[in-house]
């Protein structure tokens, strides 16, 4: 709309998230459920959680990680610039769609362009969180240390988000599964101490996932062990559903040793 805007109020919002996040991981369970809204509302808000899980792993500073939130929100406002009818088109895109979404870093920095100079992170974010460290990003085809770190952190972030998340035209994956493919993919286009970031702050197996036991039992990932990350703490249900128990047990597998995981079991599809 050509007016002026301030981001007070988001920066604000960014430090909430840093705290909350020392607290404890409530936040990262919500960006890992995907329970509907606006797509690039959801985005924005779960890149900015993710990143500054991946930046807390990188040992970034108090004041680094409300950089990376704040960043995280802004990381595709060129997207806003972008019609609304190939945003949101309820079907795969055309080559030639795919490139004017491309040019959404471009559009970002030119409605960023005046604060800049307050907020130089984000107009760098804004330019090559695309970008990939064998030069297949966009939208410069940049390399290695020619790409912010900052912005690899976010890249992974949304990169994370995109697999998780569904789209009209194609289911999310579970948090499980995405951690795996980028373990698998991810690792000529993010640098491997930023992925190694990644896994470490959301684990093999990242809250809310299903799995099965040796016992039989299947429990939901309620927590996550940083020292033992194939061994989380557990929300088990009974066993069968003629079951003396009745609810749910906590089960930390640190100390039940005689336990393991057999398989990760897929959840309701994601619509």
């Known amino acids: 709309m050509r007016k002026p805007w301030q981001l007070g109020e988001l920066s604000r919002i960014a430090s909430g998230v840093v705290a909350s996040l020392g607290v404890n991981d409530k936040l990262v369970q919500t960006a890992l459920q995907h329970d509907g809204g606006d797509y690039l509302v959801n985005n924005a808000v779960n ?3 993710v990143s500054v899980k991946i930046a807390e792993a990188l040992r970034y500073e108090a004041a680094k990680l409300e950089e990376v939130a704040l960043a995280g929100f802004l990381h595709d406002l060129g997207m806003f ?27 970002g920095a030119r409605l960023f362009k005046d604060m800049c100079e307050v907020y130089p992170w984000v107009g760098r974010v804004l330019l090559q969180e695309h970008e990939r460290l064998d030069g297949s990003g966009y939208p410069n085809r ?15 972030a949304d990169v994370f988000d995109g697999l998780t998340g569904s789209r009209p035209y194609r289911r999310g994956m579970s948090p499980h599964r995405a951690v795996c493919t980028l373990l698998a993919n991810g690792k000529t286009t993010f640098p491997y101490n930023i992925l190694k970031a990644l896994v470490d702050q959301l684990s093999v197996y990242p809250l809310g996932t299903i799995v099965r036991l040796n016992s039989g039992e299947t429990g939901v990932v309620s927590q996550l062990n940083r020292q033992y990350p194939l061994r989380p703490i557990l929300q088990v249900s009974p066993q069968t559903a003629s079951s003396h128990v009745s609810e749910t047990r906590i089960v930390d597998m640190r100390t039940e040793t005689s336990l393991h ?10 619509r």
């Open 47 to 49: 890149v900015a959680i």
């Open 81 to 107: 610039g972008i019609p609304d009818s190939l945003v949101y088109k309820p079907g795969p895109l055309s080559e030639e769609e795919r490139q004017s979404l491309r040019e959404h870093p471009q559009q």
């Open 142 to 156: 940049l390399t290695g240390n020619q790409i912010d770190e900052m912005a690899f952190v976010i890249g992974l």
């Open 261 to 270: 995981i057999v398989e990760v079991v897929p959840s309701v599809d994601r």
